[in-house]
C-alpha cells in the first residue's frame, strides 16, 4: 500500500512535532548537500526552530558570501532596494512578533491548566514553580493594600478623634465664658440697684414704690434676653 497524504497544518502534539521537525530538517539538509554536489551550485539553507534555534547550511566557506551575492542580485540599487528592505524588515519583524504571540498563548494556556499532554515532567514541575511564584506575588500585594487601606483608615480615626477634642475644648470654653457673663451681670445688677434694691441716692428714699420692681419676674425676661445675646456672640 502506498504512503497517505500527509495534511498540511500545524501538528498539534507537541512531542510529534518535534520529531518531524528534526527528521524534515536533516532531509532539507542532506537534499541542499546533493543539489551541491550533483549540479555544482552555491547553496544556502537558514532554519530557525520554533524555540529560536538556528541551523544551517553553505556551500561556501562563509554565508554572508552567499547573502550577499543575493543582495547583489536582487537589489540593483539603493533606491530600489529601500523599500524592499522596509518589506522584508517588517515581514521578519511580523513572523518574530507571531511567534512571540504564539508563545504566549500556549504559556497562558498552560497556566490556565489546559494542552498539558505534550509537556514533560521537567516542564511541569518549572511551571508549577511558575505558578507558585505568581500566587505569592499576588498575596504579596493584596496584603500590602490591605495594610494601606489599614493605615489610611487610622489616620482618619486619628482625625476625627482630634476634630472631636477640638470642639470639646470650644465648647468649654464657651461655657465658660456664658458663666462668667452670667456672674458679672448679676454682679453689677446688685451693685446698682444696693441691698434694699435702691442706688443708695438719697431721693432713691421717695421712690420706695420701685424696689418691688426688682424683684418683679418680669425683669429676669430682658437678663435672659441678654444672656442670650451674650451666648450667641
Same mark, same amino acid.
Given at each position: ?14 512531542? %510529534? ?12 539538509? #542532506?537534499?541542499?548537500? &546533493?543539489? %551541491? ?7 544556502? /539553507?537558514?532554519i530557525?526552530? =520554533?524555540?529560536?534555534? /538556528? ?16 543582495? =547583489? ?9 529601500? +523599500? !524592499? ?7 521578519? &519583524?511580523?513572523l518574530?512578533? #507571531? ?14 491548566? *489546559?494542552d ?6 521537567? &516542564?511541569?514541575?518549572?511551571? &508549577? ?8 506575588? !499576588?498575596?504579596? =500585594?493584596k ?8 493605615? *489610611?483608615l ?16 470650644? /465648647?468649654?470654653?464657651?461655657?465658660? !465664658?456664658?458663666?462668667?457673663? *452670667? ?11 444696693? +441691698?434694699?434694691? =435702691? %442706688?443708695?441716692? +438719697? ?13 418683679? +419676674?418680669? /425683669?429676669? !425676661? ?12
Amino acid at each position: 500500500m502506498g504512503r497517505g497524504k500527509v495534511e498540511l497544518k500545524r501538528i498539534e502534539n507537541k512531542i %510529534s512535532r518535534q520529531v518531524t521537525f528534526a527528521k524534515r530538517r536533516n532531509g532539507l539538509l #542532506k537534499k541542499a548537500y &546533493e543539489l %551541491s554536489v550533483l549540479c555544482d551550485a552555491e547553496v544556502a /539553507l537558514i532554519i530557525f526552530s =520554533s524555540r529560536g534555534r /538556528l541551523f544551517e547550511f553553505s556551500t561556501s566557506s562563509c554565508m554572508y558570501k552567499t547573502l550577499e551575492r543575493y543582495r =547583489s542580485c536582487n537589489f540593483a540599487s539603493e533606491a530600489s532596494s529601500a +523599500p !524592499i528592505e522596509a518589506e522584508l524588515s517588517n515581514y521578519q &519583524e511580523y513572523l518574530k512578533l #507571531k511567534t512571540r504571540i504564539e508563545f504566549l498563548q500556549t504559556t497562558q494556556r498552560n497556566l490556565l491548566g *489546559e494542552d498539558l499532554g505534550p509537556l514533560s515532567i521537567k &516542564e511541569l514541575e518549572q511551571l &508549577e514553580n511558575q505558578i507558585e511564584i505568581s500566587l505569592k506575588h !499576588i498575596r504579596s =500585594s493584596k496584603n500590602q493594600q490591605m495594610l494601606d487601606q489599614l493605615f *489610611e483608615l487610622k489616620r482618619k480615626e486619628q482625625q476625627l478623634q482630634d476634630s472631636n477634642s477640638d470642639l470639646r475644648r470650644k /465648647l468649654l470654653f464657651l461655657y465658660q !465664658i456664658q458663666d462668667t457673663s *452670667e456672674e458679672n451681670v448679676l454682679r453689677l445688677t446688685c451693685h446698682d440697684l444696693g +441691698p434694699c434694691g =435702691s %442706688s443708695g441716692h +438719697p431721693d432713691d428714699a421717695n421712690q420706695e414704690h420701685l424696689h418691688p420692681a426688682v424683684c418683679d +419676674p418680669s /425683669l429676669h !425676661i430682658g437678663y435672659q434676653a441678654y444672656i442670650d445675646h451674650l451666648s450667641n456672640e
